[in-house]
């Protein structure tokens, strides 16, 4: 197994409802381990920064407005298959479809208000992490 990088938000839905030690529980059984934290909030520019390649789809707007709600928690994961663990330990993006013991199954509000966000590739985990943590930021 390849250990790995990945990158984690856990959304304002979740952090409103004060569950960051919640979801870094799940996170941590799971076997991955949190190399960088840190709880920020996030301008205009920055979420629309984050989520350009989605600039065209209808969702792009509320979702920049959901991200800047309120403090969202930045980490960036490491562990065997790190992106793929993460995703399967997230869930289905609908929470009513994710599996049981899973943080969006666990802990989502609904198909936009889901808790987390992961990396869905190599490529995105580097860009991500790139774009949100310096390199002396990342222990491990």
């Not at 996170?27 to 949190?34: D, F, Q, S, T, V």
């Not at 600039?55 to 920049?64: D, I, S, W």
């Not at 793929?84 to 936009?112: C, Q, W």
Request: proline fraction near 3%; charge should be neutral; aromatic fraction near 8%.
């Amino acid at each position: 197994m390849a250990i790995e990088r990945t990158f984690s938000i856990i959304k304002p839905d979740a952090t409103q409802r004060n569950l960051t030690g919640a979801i870094n529980a799940v996170i941590e059984k799971a076997g991955l381990r949190i190399v960088a934290q840190k709880r920020v909030r996030w301008t205009r520019a920055q979420a629309e920064k984050f989520y350009e390649e989605h600039k065209a789809r209808p969702f792009y707007g509320e979702l920049c407005d959901f991200m800047t709600s309120g403090p969202i928690v930045m980490q960036v994961l490491e562990g065997d298959n790190a992106i793929a663990n993460y995703r399967s330990v997230m869930g289905a993006t609908d929470p009513k479809e994710a599996t049981e013991g899973t943080i969006r199954k666990l802990f989502a509000v609904s198909k936009g208000e889901n808790s987390s966000h992961g990396s869905d590739s190599a490529a995105s985990a580097e860009r991500e992490i790139a774009l949100n943590f310096r390199l002396d930021e990342i222990v491990g």
